[in-house]
Every structure is written in C-alpha cells, then in structure tokens.
C-alpha cells in the first residue's frame, strides 16, 4: 500500500467508527445500480451494469461443442472474467490473476448452483450442444466486483438468444429462441471494516477491509457463499447476513428484470 | 454437483457409504515435521486423502518489489498430484481451481501469522495433494497450520478446517469425493479455534438459513477432534527430538 492509499484507508475507517461512509451511504445500502442489456449485439447476449462507478460488462457467447462426457444430453455454461487494465491502475496486463479466477468462479457458482441455465435445453442432437460463453470484462474499478459482475452475468443470460441451428450449420445472424433460464439468482456482498459490517464496498473500503462475504441466493435458498480477505466472521454474524441478503433479493431481481427488453 | 446419470445411494439404513455416521468425520492421522529441507512441514491422512504440506521461510521476500517494509507476505500453492485422482491423469501445476484455493488458504493465514514480526519477508506454504478423496483442500489447511507452527513461525491460533454438507434432509461432516461429488451442498470451512472465528467458507449448492446455522454448529462441535489432532502431532515431533528438524 502506498501513502495514498494508507490515508484513505484510514479516512473510512475512521468515518465508519462514527457509522458513516465515505459517499453518506447507509451501512446496508447499495449504490445506485444501473443495468442495461442488448448492447452488443454481435454477442448473443448482454449486460452493462453500473454499481456506483464499478462498471462491468458481460458478453455471452454460445457455441456447438461435444457435450461433457459425464453429461451427454447436456449443454454446459462458463464464466471467466478479465480485469483489463483499462479499469484501474493497479490492474495489469497478463495471465489472468488469483483475484480475477476467484472473481469468476464465484460468480460461476453461484449460477450453477442456483440451476439458473436450463443445461438440459442446450442439448442440440447426439454429440452436439451448446457451451455458453459469459464473459466478464471489468471496465471501471471501484470496489465490489462480486455483485456487479453477478447482476451482469444474470443480466446477460436472460438476454441471451441460442442461434439458429440448420443443416449442420450454425446461422448466428437468427436467435430464434431465448436462452431457457429457470431461476435468476442474486449476490450480495458485504465487507467488514473497523469491525462495522457494510453492504457494496467501494475500492476504498475494499482496501481498508479485513473481511468480505459474497452471498448468492434465490427467494428460497442460499446457492453460493465465498468468504475473502484475511479477516474472520462468527457465526452470528453470517447468519445476520444471509438474513440481509434474503431481504435484497427482490429488490435486485427487479432491477435485473426491468433492464429486460 | 449432483448432474450425473446414475446416482449411487449416499444413505442407506441410516449410514453413510463408507458406514459413518453423520457428524463422524474420517480417521485423520498428522505426523508433523516429516521433511527435512523445508523449515516446517507435516503430514496428514484424512480418510483416503494424503497430503504433505511444507513451509519455506520467512526468508527474504522475491521478486523484490513485493516485499513489504512493515510485514511479511505469505504465498501459497496447493496443486494436485497428476496420479492424485481416481479420474484421467490431471495436468501437473495450477489450474484455475487450484488457484482459488491457494487464494483462499492464503487469507486463512495471513489472519493468523504475525506477520509484523517478520518485516520485509516472505513465507512460502506448499500444499501437495499426493492422493485426493474429498476434502482435501480442508484437510490441507489443516496440515499447512501444523507446518507453519512447526517452521516456529509466530501465530496467534492453530487453525483448523473441515468441511459439513448436505444429503437431502441430512447435514454431515466431512464428504468424501462421493458424497462430495454427489452431495446437494459441499461448505469447506476453516475455524480460527480460541474465538470460533470463521477464516474460510466457501458453499455452493442449496442451503436454507436454518441448515446453515446447523452447519456451522456442526463444523465447530467437529472441530475439536481435528484441534487435538494438530497439537497432538506437534507435541509428538517436540517430545521425541529425532522427529523434530535437526
């Protein structure tokens, strides 16, 4: 960390002893969240979703591969992600990094589990189904990439059109069909900072944080759960913030809902 | 997670597979200080898993420019052995998986070494999965604690991990690959023991508010046998010194 950053660490972590934050938000409060879907349109689905100024784009793609061996009528979906270096200065060029794997695969799980994209519906015929492609491409860093790449990732997928498929051809021009999703599920990530628990870190909590818990959920179940950073949670704890995420979860669905078109 | 065709029985007459019930964990045996290179190590037979870790350090953190002036850096790599699975020969090295985990086993530590003790430096944790069943990255936490305590590193607690999940209606302790593999919910957690505080959790699967609150009872209840495993192993490698690092 360098003499910037030590002092605005040390800013929020004296605001948040007093309960207040560096943009005079409430401890469980989201920024404004703003989603747009359809932007790219070579892609067969997308979504551009802005979390206070952490920008995230997710671009799907789907192609005909050889299901897995293990599932033979099935499709499959996977996410990566790419902390460009266009985002932040501290992102640089090169194999992707620890922090962008964990990122991706947290917001893998959490779709998979909550058995969102209908995998059955990819199969196309015997030795053929489709592999969706959802890529996260980080565009603006501050703070809290685990829910925004999440609302991006759903977001993308219900935009999603499967192309045509004919005479052993794939016609990507046509989507006549949506993507078959089941069930739409929603993070929610939460950081601990001078023993404060708040909702939708900035970088600059993100910095002065010692611990960070991402919460996917459906109306019913929690589906996914990654605790990050050196710090700890007790038990009380974490069931306080299931319970606050279960109270979230309407709320984003709708804004992911809305940004339809 | 549960997506293949054929579905073995996970409980049957009220047992596990392997005949267990469900808040039994494996038998696990630590054996700390096995190598003598590396400035601590153990070893750890969890079930079917083996799995050694060692601890190089703290020495002099490279490249250079990561060294922190006030505290030491903690690297870890937890790769699984190419012959470490019942499955096709794996790739040697990390792999994405592999790369979260050592993430994630990373944050554990640095919770709980001192690192202001060792400025300037860094400490290596190598985690080496030789045969996996299940478990293993709870397993290696668990052996890395004992590697660390053993390197003589300055900690504040010995944690420990172990992992609970979810078989229908039923929470149980310690998956193995087949449960794992088959269970509708696998949560690793590892446990700082003096204050319970929680270092790791990772979950997928389908879990209500309640079974959570269940689970995380049940992975502390656990955890007092593998707590006494670790101090256990430690004090065997001090009590007989040709077992300790010479």
Same mark, same amino acid.
């Given at each position: 960390?360098?003499? *910037?950053?030590?002092?605005?660490?040390?800013?929020?972590?004296?605001?948040?002893?007093?309960?207040?934050?560096?943009?005079?938000?409430?401890?469980?409060?989201?920024?404004?969240?703003?989603?747009?879907?359809?932007?790219?349109?070579?892609?067969?689905?997308?979504?551009?979703?802005?979390?206070?100024?952490?920008?995230?784009?997710?671009?799907?793609?789907?192609?005909?591969?050889?299901?897995?061996?293990?599932?033979?009528?099935?499709?499959?979906?996977?996410?990566?992600?790419?902390?460009?270096?266009?985002?932040?200065?501290?992102?640089?060029?090169?194999?992707?990094?620890?922090?962008?794997?964990?990122?991706?695969?947290?917001?893998?799980?959490?779709?998979? +589990?909550?058995?969102?994209?209908?995998?059955?519906?990819?199969?196309?015929?015997?030795?053929?189904?489709?592999?969706?492609?959802?890529?996260?491409?980080?565009?603006?860093?501050?703070?809290?990439?685990?829910? +925004?790449?999440?609302? +991006?990732?759903?977001?993308?997928?219900?935009?999603?059109?499967?192309?045509?498929?004919?005479?052993?051809?794939?016609?990507?021009?046509?989507?006549?069909?949506?993507?078959?999703?089941?069930?739409?599920?929603?993070?929610?990530?939460?950081?601990?900072?001078?023993?404060?628990?708040?909702?939708?870190?900035?970088?600059?909590?993100?910095?002065?944080?010692?611990?960070?818990?991402?919460? +996917?959920?459906? @109306?019913?179940?929690?589906?996914?759960?990654?605790?990050?950073?050196?710090?700890?949670?007790?038990?009380?704890?974490?069931?306080?913030? *299931?319970?606050?995420?279960?109270?979230?979860?309407?709320?984003?669905?709708?804004?992911? @809902?809305?940004?339809?078109? | 997670?549960?997506?293949?065709?054929?579905?073995?029985?996970?409980?049957?007459?009220?047992?596990?597979?392997?005949?267990?019930?469900?808040?039994?964990?494996?038998?696990?045996?630590?054996?700390?200080?096995?190598?003598?290179?590396? %400035?601590?190590?153990?070893?750890?037979?969890?079930?079917?898993?083996?799995?050694?870790?060692?601890?190089?350090?703290?020495?002099?953190?490279?490249?250079?420019?990561?060294?922190?002036?006030?505290?030491?850096?903690?690297?870890?790599?937890?790769?699984?052995?190419?012959?470490?699975?019942?499955?096709?020969?794996?790739?040697?090295?990390?792999?994405?998986?592999?790369?979260?985990?050592?993430?994630?086993?990373?944050?554990?530590?640095?919770?709980?070494?001192?690192?202001?003790?060792?400025?300037?430096?860094?400490? %290596?944790?190598?985690?080496?999965?030789?045969?996996?069943?299940?478990?293993?990255?709870?397993?290696?936490?668990?052996?890395?604690?004992?590697?660390?305590?053993?390197?003589?590193?300055?900690?504040?607690?010995?944690?420990?991990?172990?992992?609970?999940?979810?078989?229908?209606?039923?929470?149980?302790? %310690?998956?193995?690959?087949?449960?794992?593999?088959?269970? %509708?919910?696998?949560?690793?957690?590892?446990?700082?023991?003096?204050?319970?505080?929680?270092?790791?959790?990772?979950?997928?699967?389908?879990?209500?508010?309640?079974?959570?609150?269940?689970?995380?009872?049940?992975?502390?209840?656990?955890?007092?046998?593998?707590?006494?495993?670790?101090?256990?192993?430690?004090?065997?490698?001090?009590?007989?010194?040709?077992?300790?690092?010479?």
């Amino acid at each position: 960390m360098d003499a *910037i950053d030590t002092v605005k660490t040390s800013y929020v972590r004296e605001l948040l002893m007093k309960g207040e934050r560096e943009d005079s938000r409430q401890l469980l409060e989201f920024r404004p969240i703003k989603i747009e879907t359809g932007i790219i349109k070579n892609a067969e689905g997308s979504a551009m979703v802005d979390l206070g100024a952490t920008r995230v784009l997710a671009g799907v793609k789907t192609d005909l591969n050889e299901p897995m061996e293990d599932t033979p009528n099935q499709g499959n979906m996977v996410v990566s992600a790419e902390l460009l270096p266009l985002a932040s200065a501290s992102y640089e060029t090169g194999p992707p990094s620890p922090e962008a794997i964990e990122f991706a695969r947290v917001v893998d799980r959490g779709i998979r +589990a909550g058995n969102c994209v209908n995998l059955e519906s990819l199969f196309v015929e015997e030795g053929k189904a489709w592999t969706v492609y959802v890529d996260l491409y980080v565009l603006n860093f501050n703070g809290n990439l685990f829910d +925004a790449g999440g609302l +991006a990732a759903m977001s993308a997928l219900l935009d999603t059109g499967v192309p045509k498929y004919e005479d052993s051809k794939v016609i990507r021009e046509e989507r006549p069909n949506k993507l078959k999703v089941d069930n739409i599920v929603t993070p929610t990530t939460f950081a601990k900072v001078a023993d404060k628990i708040i909702l939708d870190p900035t970088g600059n909590e993100e910095k002065a944080a010692s611990a960070r818990m991402t919460i +996917a959920l459906d @109306k019913e179940s929690v589906r996914s759960m990654q605790k990050g950073l050196g710090g700890g949670f007790y038990k009380n704890e974490v069931e306080e913030l *299931i319970d606050v995420a279960f109270n979230k979860h309407e709320e984003l669905k709708g804004i992911m @809902k809305k940004a339809q078109k | 997670m549960a997506s293949s065709l054929n579905k073995p029985e996970l409980i049957v007459n009220g047992k596990r597979t392997d005949g267990r019930d469900f808040d039994e964990i494996r038998p696990l045996k630590i054996v700390a200080s096995p190598l003598k290179n590396a %400035d601590g190590s153990a070893y750890i037979e969890w079930g079917n898993n083996k799995i050694l870790a060692a601890v190089y350090g703290p020495r002099e953190a490279t490249p250079r420019h990561l060294s922190d002036p006030s505290k030491a850096i903690i690297k870890c790599r937890y790769t699984m052995a190419p012959f470490s699975s019942l499955s096709e020969h794996n790739r040697t090295g990390p792999n994405r998986r592999s790369i979260e985990i050592s993430k994630v086993i990373k944050e554990v530590f640095e919770n709980v070494v001192m690192l202001t003790d060792f400025p300037g430096s860094q400490i %290596d944790i190598f985690i080496e999965v030789l045969q996996g069943d299940g478990g293993t990255r709870a397993a290696g936490i668990t052996a890395a604690s004992v590697a660390l305590a053993s390197a003589g590193i300055h900690m504040r607690d010995l944690p420990y991990a172990v992992s609970v999940g979810r078989i229908g209606e039923h929470l149980a302790m %310690d998956f193995n690959m087949i449960e794992d593999n088959y269970s %509708d919910s696998d949560i690793p957690m590892a446990i700082a023991p003096r204050n319970n505080e929680i270092l790791l959790l990772q979950m997928d699967g389908d879990m209500s508010r309640e079974q959570m609150s269940k689970a995380m009872e049940m992975v502390i209840k656990a955890g007092e046998q593998v707590s006494t495993a670790q101090k256990d192993a430690l004090r065997e490698a001090y009590a007989n010194k040709a077992g300790a690092k010479q």
